[in-house]
């Protein structure tokens, strides 16, 4: 796997101040200058006359595409308005969106867990809805060593005595006070007595999970753990819709009325999966590293799986995970040879045979037998490795939920200051983020797909938006071509010819099937691309256009000269075109997807 062990990020927008909202100061003083001409000038600094703050600045500051002079009285308030103006895409796409947030039990009984639930309430008052799952299993374990009992433990599952059992309950409602207490107030009084409202955020705990006794598996028996059978989807949604956010216990209940100890993380996927979050979010203590202890920014779904099954002999989770997608995909395990896994996966195949967890009209799983066996996603056990393996047990729980229609599943590290805004509001984030929907189907293209390129090309060939390619001329660099496959059909292309030496690539022949354009597809290919050319070492990336290039420039392209175009590429290029050059500098390497073998070589 290809990752940078940079710890440099390139965040969408510069760091705010220490102070986000400069004393005094608001919006009353900002002035703005708008000026007709477009050229460039330099960014003044001066001390305004009379000022009562130190950091009061008057800052001229142009922008180059559209002419717009624009004067603030402050950096503060510079900082402030392209805060917001850099982050409304992000507070647009998450608005209305159900999210759950798993939080683990290192987490929850440590000093970050104030800063992570101030997080949550205001990103709740941004309108977006938050079930929380606090891990519980630190607190139990505590609370038996204070009355001197061992916690008992059985592969990942709690064997849950009546002594364990007293403790869970006690661990679950102190958790929850604790945790009510904590989201109800709101921000100070102070900071929004002139705005004539108070703000508070409304908490509901209701008991929601159905659970069944595990039993006794394999001679041992469980107790009072239980699984969980069903989930009141209807009553969670009812309290989300009410401007609730909604806490879920550890607590499941019989049909009996008897009180179970589930397992948290199980809880947390299982009710995810039931009401169709947008968002699973697991803050654990940790990273997710790759074999080099370099930190992965996201994976697509079936680069999570390749990760899972070269790693799968560290973890019992892992091993489970690589059962449950079908063990016939994964034939190749217990060789050194992997290529016909990997071949597999970087031609858009979803492993076959998957075993996805199953919803009886969004309340029940399996026909209302719980989650047990191949379908449980317990993760815990007195020999926490989390930490060893790299959170594998964590990524294989994640892309487990994933493929079962949780489209994103984001691993955050809870010890990162404000990490759950960095993940959201950065493009690039500050977790790992497992996605099944990121690149929509982009692999690289194979001698089948000749005639699907060949359909979506030619129209853009015709018109002379791209330049003719005979059979033979595409066929020679297939290698090179990238394409996008829905329902077995190829429904956008583009290529990328890396030039190694000047470390960049040239991005060509990119194109969307007329049906499919609108929807986002185009986006998802240069994704690919960029990440692609990044996994391969390079630095930029360009390309040479005809027509209008507005759509590039959207993406970050900037038009540059014929001098920056690498010189083996400047040889072949037909000046008698007139065209238009456009590169773009690309962000360091910190996905998990890998460069194909034999591919760009």
Request: charged residues 25%.
């Amino acid at each position: 796997m290809a990752a940078s062990c940079s710890a440099t990020r390139v965040p969408l927008f510069s760091p705010l101040p220490t102070k986000l909202f400069p004393s005094g100061g608001g919006f009353e003083n900002e002035v703005v200058k708008l000026r007709t001409d477009s050229k460039f000038r330099t960014q003044s600094l001066k001390l305004e006359p009379g000022s009562k703050r130190a950091d009061s600045v008057k800052r001229n500051v142009v922008n180059e595409e559209d002419g717009v002079q624009e004067t603030y009285n402050s950096v503060d308030n510079k900082q402030f308005v392209r805060w917001f103006r850099e982050a409304w895409p992000y507070l647009w796409a998450h608005r209305g969106g159900t999210f759950f947030v798993f939080i683990s039990g290192e987490i929850v009984a440590s000093p970050y867990l104030d800063g992570i639930l101030k997080d949550i309430a205001f990103l709740h008052h941004l309108g977006i809805r938050f079930v929380i799952v606090p891990g519980t299993h630190v607190q139990i374990d505590k609370l038996l060593a204070e009355k001197g009992h061992e916690p008992k433990y059985d592969g990942r599952y709690r064997i849950t005595d009546s002594e364990s059992l007293a403790a869970a309950m006690e661990a679950a409602a102190g958790i929850r006070l604790m945790i009510k207490e904590k989201l109800s107030p709101g921000p100070s009084i102070s900071n929004i007595r002139r705005h004539g409202h108070e703000v508070g955020v409304s908490v509901a705990s209701d008991n929601l999970l159905s659970a069944k006794r595990r039993g006794v598996v394999e001679g041992v028996d469980y107790g009072a753990t239980g699984e969980v059978k069903k989930v009141d989807v209807a009553r969670m949604r009812e309290r989300l819709d009410g401007g609730f956010i909604v806490i879920l216990s550890n607590l499941g209940y019989s049909s009996s009325g008897e009180v179970l100890n589930c397992n948290t993380y199980e809880v947390a996927t299982a009710c995810a999966l039931a009401i169709g979050a947008d968002k699973l979010i697991c803050i654990i203590d940790g990273p997710i590293l790759d074999e080099n202890g370099c930190h992965i920014n996201f994976l697509p779904l079936q680069e999570a799986d390749k990760l899972i099954c070269q790693q799968a002999k560290q973890s019992e989770m892992a091993a489970k995970h690589v059962k449950a997608v079908g063990e016939e995909d994964l034939s190749c395990l217990g060789h050194n040879d992997s290529v016909a896994l990997v071949h597999s996966l970087q031609n858009g195949h979803a492993l076959s045979n998957t075993r996805n967890p199953t919803c009886q009209n969004g309340v029940g799983f399996d026909n209302g037998n719980g989650l047990s066996g191949e379908q449980g996603f317990a993760i815990g056990g007195q020999k926490r490795l989390s930490r060893l393996n790299g959170y594998l047990s964590e990524l294989a729980a994640a892309a487990f939920v994933c493929r079962g229609g949780v489209q994103r599943v984001h691993l955050l590290d809870g010890t990162i200051g404000g990490v759950l805004l960095l993940e959201l509001f950065k493009r690039d984030g500050m977790g790992t983020m497992v996605a099944s929907d990121l690149y929509g189907g982009a692999r690289m293209a194979k001698v089948t797909d000749i005639a699907g390129i060949k359909q979506i090309i030619q129209p853009l060939e015709e018109s002379g938006t791209l330049v003719r390619r005979s059979d033979e001329e595409l066929l020679k660099a297939l290698d090179s071509f990238i394409v996008m496959e829905k329902e077995g059909q190829i429904i956008a292309c583009a290529a990328l010819f890396p030039f190694f030496e000047d470390k960049c690539g040239e991005v060509a022949c990119i194109a969307v099937s007329p049906e499919c354009r609108g929807q986002g597809q185009g986006h998802k290919l240069l994704d690919y691309i960029e990440k692609k050319a990044s996994s391969l070492g390079l630095d930029m990336l360009f390309l040479l256009m005809t027509r209008t290039a507005d759509w590039f420039v959207r993406r970050g392209f900037r038009e540059c000269t014929i001098d920056m175009i690498p010189h083996e590429r400047r040889k072949k290029i037909n000046l008698s075109c007139n065209s238009k050059y456009y590169m773009k500098k690309l962000l360091p390497d910190r996905s998990g997807i890998t460069a194909a073998d034999g591919a760009f070589t």
